[in-house]
């Protein structure tokens, strides 16, 4: 499984499957922008009911775990993804460069809904942020 505090530039690419199943890429760069994209392939099927909402990852047979949607932007912009204990939460963009202030109102909502917003840090999407405040260090 991609660890996010190993990699730069990581992204998700979600495609839909012929048999309604998700393929769940993970995708980024390990330990530097001078590095190759690698990543992981994940499944998920989504739960009946749940209009796509709460998805089954299983990363590993026969392990499997729970991953919901919590917030979606109005103009599908953004969206966040969580797991239902809030031990993992994923604040996602379609472009790599959110803004501070679209970052800053998403964590007050999750702060809001009960998530531990004093442990986010942000993945470095660009050379210029390695060594900022507020993102992984790379190793």
């Not at 530039?9 to 839909?16: E, G, I, K, Q, Y």
């Not at 995708?27 to 089954?56: C, L, Y």
Request: charged residues 30%; proline residues 6%; aromatic residues 14%.
């Amino acid at each position: 499984m991609v660890d996010e505090r190993d990699y730069v530039a990581s992204c998700a690419v979600w495609t839909l499957r012929d048999d309604g199943g998700i393929e769940d890429a993970v995708m980024g760069r390990k330990h530097g922008f001078d590095q190759p994209e690698t990543g992981t392939v994940f499944i998920a099927k989504p739960e009946q009911g749940a209009r796509n909402s709460v998805w089954r990852v299983r990363p590993l047979w026969p392990f499997e775990f729970i991953v919901m949607t919590v917030y979606v932007d109005p103009d599908y912009k953004y969206t966040v993804r969580a797991t239902p204990d809030k031990d993992f939460v994923w604040i996602l963009s379609r472009r790599p460069d959110m803004s501070e202030a679209v970052y800053l109102f998403l964590v007050e909502r999750l702060d809001q809904m009960g998530f531990d917003t004093s442990r986010f840090k942000k993945v470095v999407q660009f050379p210029e942020q390695v060594g900022q405040p507020g993102f992984h260090a790379v190793r």
